[in-house]
């Protein structure tokens, strides 16, 4: 009796579900420290102390009733102001409380945003591989998720083929960078690019196309690149942030979404975020934490851990023969997998203790993602894995 | 360029937000302390000290990674357990962690219900009076919200009305007792004839009609009337609770949904729920204040100070001549208005600066909610106005 888009959804996760049984089982054979578990992007680094003495001081110090009772569906204005001016300073802005709906995690904020923008059989153009939960997302409120392939020899969104796939019905472009699951970020050139893009389609076809950037990666960036802000270069902009990985809070659930004062229709589009935040039963982002990110905003955590784990796993895949693109944010690899079928060739890597996921599930098959948020130590246990994985194909 | 939906939504919802600027208009005027403010339901009575208390523990003792990270979309399985025992214990039950969905409050608990049951044009069916965003979260998944009136002398449901309205179509009711905005409690002979009569219903039309039961309330009943717990006399029922009230915790977003395991499909129900949880944007709900609950299972409000501000608010406005059924929970009343048009009789109020909800809103008009969840204080100077009030009509 449960709705029958609700038993498909049901009969795809059971396949994840499944592959978390079957990391159980492993673990009880050969021990938990025996078996790699690439497949979560559950983050290992603790939350910066900061966090820890915001909650003592919010707690002991603030009324109970404001730390923990309703505000605006927006979220509390001092908070939102706090990150405007935030924002401000790292982007050269002028944003105020105005500009932001507080959200529960990128999650909530990307269901607000659609919720908002889309009417049914309204298009989103996303990049494939991408981050599989766009496709709900987007069904949630009778959408399409319209899907573009990348160059799978650089990951770089082909714009080419985006301008083939912009009609009158496209709303919005999702794009994720750094990228879940490729850990490529979008340099300032691709995104001049692709807003010069959009103006001329929307100047074409007299539309509004929005520019939704799901940034729960943006602090993970190494070796110094820049990740462009989109409200620097094109008008129709809303990013939907996350604290989840910048500290480590994913089970907090706290965000925000933020939008260009200059898009089209600000002054209906910010109401209108308020309310989904209230009728699609989030209300508001939860209120201690709200005020606690407030405290944090110039905290993250250590992302030098991160790096050397990239270091340490991309060097040494490569080494042995993996082709893969080196990411420069996030904390994914998606190399290529040593046979066409990736569903099979996680199958195979199971038989070494190797939990991974294939690259179907981000609709680009013949690759599989690592997410090496896990310590240091368990990947350098790893490696030996993978070396024997490796020795069978090549 | 927002979808039509929302600009409907904003529309409707700019009506409350003109209400929230009109008050701070008079209280700018007159004083906030000459204001009364009857309108929000945002409970005014302190958490309970056991939440600071649980608070400091967990930050002090527990791994940050486990307490502010991802679990399962459920929610932490030691927590739903003992969540289970708690009920079996008050409702003699036998429940596990395994009937329990960890949900961002009630809000999001009946979304993820809607959306694991409702097929487009599905049927819910409702009370009027009821609380309006049951007309949105249906909505949200395309669903209808049928509306059976209410017999306006003592709010009870009418059965016989209930019945002509179910169909093939009706997949659920959905009840709220103690009941916003009416503050009546359903007797246990209502919940017993409401249940034979969905048996009886279920068999003549071989579907499955699940009763869901709103309980953000649950504790707020007064003089001793017990809540009869839905799941000891219906198959089909699911429990939607909420801590906002219980706990005033309303911003933290925190509550859960519980299904009977007796309940038709209950095997594909409790997996949908926790996919439904993940792919409306919900994730989970907040980790930290998951596991503070779990250790203030035993806590509650103190409700004499609801009870008190029923009592005087009650009693003085039945002596000036208004008729009301004595709510025997939550901290609403619902007068009749002393004119037809309850949303005219709202506007004098505004003139001796009470601040109240029209029934309309609720669906009932000729109505009016006042929200007793304000300090006894300003309750006791309002009562001036409302003489004034009623001195205009009677």
């Known amino acids: 009796m449960i709705s029958n888009k609700m038993k498909e959804h049901v009969s795809k996760s059971s396949i994840i579900r499944a592959m978390f049984e079957e990391g159980k089982r492993l673990a009880s054979i050969y021990g938990e420290e025996n078996v790699f578990d690439f497949s979560l992007g559950n983050p290992n680094v603790e939350p910066p102390e900061a966090i820890k003495k915001a909650v003592n001081e919010i707690i002991s110090e603030e009324s109970p009733n ?118 490529i970020i979008y340099s300032e050139k691709l995104i001049k690019d692709l807003s010069q893009l959009l103006d001329k389609k929307q100047e074409q076809l007299g539309t509004s196309i929005y520019l939704i950037s799901d940034e729960p990666y943006r602090e993970i960036a190494y070796d110094g690149v820049k990740v462009p802000y989109i409200l620097n270069y094109y008008r129709n902009s809303i990013v939907g942030y996350s604290y989840s990985k910048s500290l480590s809070l994913p089970g907090e659930r706290i965000g925000y979404v933020v939008c260009s004062s200059d898009m089209d229709d600000f002054k209906d589009v910010m109401p209108a975020l308020n309310v989904a935040n209230r009728i699609l039963g989030f209300v508001n982002a939860p209120s201690l934490f709200q005020r606690v990110i407030a405290k944090c905003l110039d905290s993250s955590v250590d992302m030098n851990i991160y790096k050397k784990n990239r270091d340490l796993l991309y060097n040494h895949l490569v080494k042995i023969g993996f082709s893969c693109v080196k990411p420069e944010g996030a904390f994914y690899l998606f190399p290529k997998s040593l046979i066409a079928d990736d569903v099979e060739f996680a199958k195979e890597a199971k038989k070494f203790n190797l939990l991974i996921v294939p690259g179907s599930s981000f609709k680009c098959p013949g690759h599989f993602r690592l997410s090496y948020c896990i310590s240091y130590d368990k990947i350098e246990k790893s490696l030996d894995s993978f070396d024997k994985l490796a020795k069978k194909y090549l």
Not at 105 to 113: S, T, V, Y
């Open 66 to 183: 404001m730390v923990h009772g309703y505000m605006s569906n927006s979220g509390y204005e001092d908070v939102r102001a706090k990150i405007a001016e935030n924002i401000n300073k790292k982007y050269n802005l002028k944003l105020t409380e105005n500009n932001l709906v507080m959200t529960c995690g990128a999650a909530g904020g990307l269901n607000i945003i659609f919720k908002t923008l889309l009417n049914p059989r309204d298009e989103v153009i996303t990049f494939s591989p991408f981050f599989g939960e766009y496709e709900n997302y987007v069904d949630n409120f009778g959408g399409k998720l319209v899907i573009v392939p990348s160059d799978t020899e650089t990951f770089e969104p082909d714009l080419n083929a985006l301008e083939q796939s912009i009609n009158a019905k496209t709303k919005a472009i999702i794009i994720n960078s750094p990228n879940n699951p490729t850990g």
